[in-house]
């Protein structure tokens, strides 16, 4: 009597091969997909808190503090024409406690020039791209070194900082002499990141479009603002 044949054929195990490949793939688009979103809203946070702590600042004081106001008229915080929230900004705010930051403050410091800043927040204040390029980076790293880091989803790190606009003039609105990147906005801080590919794009667009930032083309459909087209002036 013959014996029943045992196992998988060929072209059973092809099968289950290809369904192991497409439940594969689903799964991976659907992690990516998370992780892109988890991100998104991390970003939005970043920007969200920049603009409370550049808020508290001002509500803290009564008026912009001097040693805001001289680092904004050095224009040693700009990039790409705007204002980003570098070391020198971090530290100001860590000094008026509106915001937390990674800083060190040694014995006998005197300015906020003293001050240290450490870990992920050695550039300033960045979008979450950049703390994870910073994290893998050297713990003895600072400087250039820092700001011309390689992110992995795009740009450097610099390019990766947070950038801010305020309300100068107490007229209400934060506009384009002010360094706002469109006409004007019904606000007292504006603040906003170039997201994922660290290219800024043009903000005055109401519809994303690639622009050439750096010598490279870039998309703004992933820059996160912190003010909505509602509060725009036309």
């Not at 979103?37 to 001002?58: D, H, M, P, W």
């Amino acid at each position: 009597m013959k014996k029943s044949q045992t196992g998988f054929t060929l072209i059973e195990m092809m099968v289950v091969i290809a369904i192991i490949g497409i439940l594969a793939g689903a799964l991976f688009g659907g992690f990516s997909y998370v992780m892109k979103s988890a991100q998104k809203a991390k970003a939005n946070e970043a920007v969200s808190n920049a603009r409370t702590a550049l808020e508290g600042l001002y509500l803290k004081e009564g008026r912009w503090p001097s040693e805001f106001l001289n680092i904004l008229k050095r224009g040693s915080c700009k990039f790409n024409g705007y204002y980003v929230m570098n070391d020198e900004i971090a530290k100001v705010l860590f000094k008026y406690k509106t915001l937390s930051v990674d800083c060190y403050v040694p014995d006998g410091a005197k300015t906020v020039e003293d001050y240290e800043l450490r870990g992920v927040d050695r550039c300033g204040i960045v979008d979450p791209w950049a703390q994870d390029s910073l994290k893998k980076a050297s713990k003895d790293a600072a400087g250039s070194a820092l700001l011309s880091r390689s992110v992995s989803t795009g740009g450097k790190v610099e390019e990766h900082r947070i950038y801010f606009a305020v309300d100068l003039d107490d007229d209400g609105f934060v506009m384009q002499n002010e360094f706002a990147p469109v006409k004007g906005v019904r606000a007292k801080v504006i603040t906003w990141c170039a997201g994922a590919d660290g290219g800024l794009g043009d903000c005055s667009k109401d519809k994303p479009m690639k622009t050439s930032v750096n010598g490279r083309m870039v998309a703004n459909s992933d820059n996160v603002y912190s003010w909505q087209r509602a509060q725009e002036v036309r």
